[in-house]
């Protein structure tokens, strides 16, 4: 998985329900636009996603980095008013990933999150940092039949 894959997996997972959730923000269910930008990148991403789970999870990411082979020492979160952050450090093969988010919420219909990304590879001695910003905003309900999360 490329480095931008894995920062960008960690944000496009923040509005996926699970046992992290507990006593987390709520979000509305319903339709969520998603607008992903990547440090250095040209452009965003906008993804329109259908959330039938209101619980907000940031730790949906890290399970399925895990059950893809990656072992994390480190799975912090904590919650300040409206600020939720995120600390972990894990293990990919040769590669020690450590990142940091925070997420803000305004309401529950609306979130900004920043997360920062460093890969350091031991074999080659690279290090790379990725910054992300994700922007997310409820715009309605999900219509019927329409594919959901």
């Known amino acids: 998985m490329t480095q931008t894959k894995v920062a960008l997996t960690t944000c496009l997972a923040l509005l996926a329900g699970s046992a992290w959730g507990e006593g987390l923000p709520p979000i509305k269910s319903g339709n969520w636009d998603m607008t992903v930008t990547v440090a250095g990148q040209p452009g965003s991403s906008v993804q329109k996603v259908c959330r039938t789970q ?4 940031p730790g949906q990411s890290l399970e ?12 912090e979160i904590s919650t300040q008013g409206a ?15 450590t990142s940091h988010s925070d997420t803000t919420f305004t309401g529950d219909t609306a979130f900004h999150s920043e997360v920062h990304t460093r890969y350091s590879s031991k074999a080659g001695a690279s290090v790379s940092d990725v ?13 019927e039949g329409e594919p959901s999360e």
């Not at 209101?54 to 999870?57: E, G, I, L, M, V």
């Not at 980095?65 to 799975?75: D, P, R, V």
């Not at 939720?84 to 990933?97: N, R």
């Open 131 to 143: 910054a992300v910003v994700l922007e997310a905003k409820w715009t309605g309900p999900c219509t």
């Open 83 to 97: 600020v939720v952050t995120l600390d972990y450090l894990c293990k990919l093969k040769d590669t020690d990933i």
């Open 64 to 75: 399925r980095m895990e059950s893809a082979g990656m072992t994390c020492s480190k799975k």
């Open 54 to 57: 209101p619980t907000y999870n």
